[in-house]
């Protein structure tokens, strides 16, 4: 779009041959003019405020990994770390934490029935 304007096009024109709005045509060139540069700004990247505890909430998960997310929002609570469900959750998904679900000591129901067996309904 800058080639076009700058090979004679009006800022209009090259955004209608590059299906943009004008508004933002108008914007790309102004950029462009004051900066030559038409690289798009840089978007995200925001830091969790829980990354400043990062070492004591590693440290806190090695010494209880069996905790629950909530066990372990509440401890830092306690600590005075302000903080959500949500935000460690993620914090965690950052880290590679994972919570594994622990194996059960067998089966402790009885098994579903499904029915007659075809033994009971030749009786």
């Not at 798009?40 to 990062?54: C, D, F, M, Q």
């Not at 949500?86 to 998904?93: D, G, L, N, Y």
Request: aromatic share 6%; charged share 35%; proline share 4%.
């Amino acid at each position: 779009m800058i080639d076009a304007v700058e090979a004679g096009a009006s800022r209009r024109e090259a955004a209608e041959l590059f299906d943009v709005d004008a508004s933002t045509a108008v914007r790309w060139l102004q950029c462009w003019n004051e900066t030559k540069c038409c690289e798009p700004k840089p978007r995200g990247g925001s830091l969790s405020p829980l990354e400043r505890y990062a070492e004591q909430i590693l440290a806190l998960v090695a010494e209880q990994p069996d905790w629950t997310l909530e066990e372990t929002v509440t401890e830092l609570r306690k600590r005075r770390i302000r903080t959500s469900k949500s935000s460690v959750a993620r914090f965690f998904e950052r880290h590679r934490i994972t919570f594994k679900k622990k194996e059960s000591a067998g089966r402790r129901t009885a098994p579903r029935r499904r029915g007659k067996s075809a033994s009971t309904l030749d009786a």
